[in-house]
C-alpha cells in the first residue's frame, strides 16, 4: 500500500463507508456512541498500521503480525461474543464495516480479520448453551484467541464444504481425528482451528460436525507453501492436520446446521465487505488520479471524469448489495426455517458471487481510469496488488461450484420479484 493511506480521507468524509455513523438502528444513545468510538479507533490507528506494513505483508507472503496486534490491542478478535461472555457484541453490519475499512488499507488484513470473524460466528451461533464453548468464548475474550479455519480437504473433496472425509475417532472421552490436503490460512499463527470432519469415520460424507481444537492439541505438517498471485498475506498454507482432543469440544450443532444457518451469511457477507473495501480504495486513487488532473489543466473536464462517475455508480450498487444481504440475514436470523429456505440459499449465494464480480469489474475500470500509473508499481495510483488481491474472490469456493450448487435448486424454486421480500 503506498504511503497515500486512505486513513485520512476516512475520517473527513464517510464516502467509503458500508455504514455512515449514527446509523446503528434501535439502539440506545450509548450504544451508538460506543460504536462510533470503536470505528474511529479502527480508522484512526488500527487502519494506519495495516497500511503501513501492507506493502511488506505482500512482497513477503507473510501474516500481518502488526496490524493484528493492533486489533488485540483493540479487543477486536473477541467483538462478536456476546456481552454475558465479555464480548461487545457487534452485529453483523459493524463487523462487516471493520473488515472494509481494513481491506481498504491491507486486503490481508481484512480477510484474515473477516475468516476469523466467521469461525467466530459458528461458536455464538450455535453452541452458546454448551459449557465447554461457553468457556473457551470467554477465552476468545480474555486472550484475544485467534480462529483459523480447516473446511477444505484433499482426496477430491476441494472447496466442498459439505463433504469430508475424515471422521472423528472416539474413544471414550477423547477423539482424534486426522485430515490431509486442507488449505489453512495463517494456519500456523492460529490458536485454534475450527475443523470439519465427519460424524464417525463410518458416517456418510455429508454427516459432518465441527470441532474447536487449540493449539496444544494438534500437529500441522506443512505440505504446500502459499505462493500466490495475491491475498498472499493470508499465508493460507496447505497442511496434514492431526490432533486429539476432548469430545466435548466437538460442537454439538451438526455441521449441516451451522453451514446453512449462519456460516452461508457471515462468510458470504464478511467476504463480500473485504472485497468491497479493496475496490473502494481502487475507487479512490481512481479520483485522486482524476483530481490531480483536474488542478494540472483548469478549467477542462479530465477524460477520467465520465468513467469515474461510472465507477462511482458500481460502487454504490456493490455496497447496495451488502446493505441488502446484511438487512436479508437479520429478518431471517432466528428462523432456522428461513435460513434453509431456497430463496435465501440463492440470495446469500448470489451475493458471493455477484460481490466477487463487482470487486474485479470496479478495479479494471479504475485502472482504465488511472492508466499507466495504475499499472506501475511505484506510482500512488497503483492498482496492481488491488487487482492481484481481487482475483482470490472468484476463486475463493469457486463461483462456478457456488452457480453449480445454486443451480441443482432451481427445478423446484420459483422468485419473488416483490422489491419488498
Ligand atoms: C485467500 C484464500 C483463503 C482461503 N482460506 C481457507 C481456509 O482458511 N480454510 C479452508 O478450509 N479453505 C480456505 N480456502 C480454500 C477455499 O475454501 C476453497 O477450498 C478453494 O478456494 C478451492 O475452491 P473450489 O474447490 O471450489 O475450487 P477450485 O479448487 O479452484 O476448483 C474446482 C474446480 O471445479 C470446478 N467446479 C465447478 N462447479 C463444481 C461443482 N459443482 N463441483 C465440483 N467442482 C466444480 C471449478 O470450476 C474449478 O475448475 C482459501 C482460499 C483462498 C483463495
Redesign the pocket.
Known amino acids: 500500500m503506498s504511503k497515500r493511506s486512505t486513513v485520512g480521507r476516512l475520517a473527513e468524509t464517510d464516502a467509503l463507508t458500508l455504514f455512515p455513523e449514527g446509523m446503528a438502528k434501535g439502539n440506545s444513545k450509548a450504544a451508538r456512541h460506543a460504536e462510533r468510538v470503536l470505528l474511529q479507533t479502527v480508522r484512526s490507528e488500527i487502519c494506519k498500521v495495516a497500511a503501513a506494513h501492507a506493502a511488506h505483508v505482500d512482497e513477503d507472503a507473510r501474516f500481518p503480525v502488526e496490524a493484528f496486534a493492533a486489533l488485540k490491542k483493540a479487543g477486536l478478535l473477541g467483538i462478536m461474543v456476546p456481552s454475558e461472555l465479555g464480548g461487545m457484541e457487534a452485529p453483523i453490519r459493524v463487523i462487516a464495516e471493520i473488515c472494509s475499512l481494513l481491506a481498504q488499507n491491507c486486503s490481508s488484513t481484512g ?1 484474515c480479520y473477516a ?1 476469523h470473524q466467521i469461525k467466530a460466528s459458528s461458536l455464538v451461533m450455535h453452541a452458546m448453551d454448551d459449557e465447554w464453548h461457553r468457556g473457551f468464548m470467554r477465552r476468545m475474550v480474555a486472550e484475544q484467541l485467534l480462529l ?5 480437504e484433499g482426496g477430491g473433496v ?3 464444504l459439505r463433504t469430508s472425509n475424515c471422521g472423528i475417532d472416539a474413544q471414550g472421552s477423547v477423539f482424534a481425528l486426522r485430515k490431509e490436503g ?4 495463517y494456519g500456523i499463527q492460529a490458536d485454534a482451528i475450527l475443523i470439519t470432519a465427519r460424524r464417525t469415520p463410518e458416517s456418510p460424507p455429508s454427516d459432518q460436525v465441527m470441532a474447536v481444537m487449540t493449539r496444544d492439541q494438534y500437529t500441522l505438517e506443512l505440505t504446500q507453501v502459499w505462493n500466490t498471485l495475491g ?1 498472499r498475506g ?1 499465508c ?1 498454507n496447505n497442511f496434514t492436520f492431526e490432533g486429539a482432543a476432548p469430545v466435548e469440544q466437538v460442537i454439538p450443532a451438526s455441521f449441516a446446521d451451522i453451514a446453512a444457518q449462519s456460516m452461508l451469511a457471515y462468510a458470504h457477507i464478511l467476504w463480500a465487505a473485504t472485497w468491497y473495501g479493496i475496490a473502494a480504495n481502487a475507487v479512490y486513487r481512481a479520483e485522486t488520479f482524476v483530481h490531480a488532473e483536474a488542478r494540472r489543466r483548469p478549467g477542462t473536464v479530465p477524460p477520467g471524469a465520465m468513467r469515474l462517475a461510472e465507477l462511482l455508480n458500481s460502487l454504490q450498487q456493490f455496497r447496495a448489495l451488502i446493505l441488502a444481504s446484511i438487512d436479508r440475514y437479520e429478518r431471517a436470523k432466528g428462523d432456522p426455517d428461513e435460513l434453509s429456505s431456497i430463496s435465501f440459499v440463492v440470495a446469500l449465494n448470489g451475493t458471493k458471487v455477484s460481490a466477487s464480480e463487482a470487486a474485479c469489474d470496479i478495479i479494471q475500470h479504475a485502472f482504465l481510469i488511472c492508466g499507466i500509473h495504475g499499472y506501475r508499481n511505484d506510482s500512488p495510483h497503483s492498482l496492481g496488488r488491488h487487482l492481484r488481491d481481487a482475483m ?1 474472490s472468484r ?4 463461483n ?2 457456488i452457480l ?2 445454486v443451480s441443482n435448486l432451481l427445478s423446484v424454486y420459483k422468485h419473488n420479484p416483490s422489491l419488498a421480500a
Do not use: E, K, Q
Open positions: 480477510m475468516m483459523g479455519s480447516a473446511t477444505t476441494g472447496g466442498d486442507c488449505l489453512i490460512s491475498m493470508t493460507s482470490s476463486i475463493m469456493i469457486n462456478d461450484r453449480g450448487n
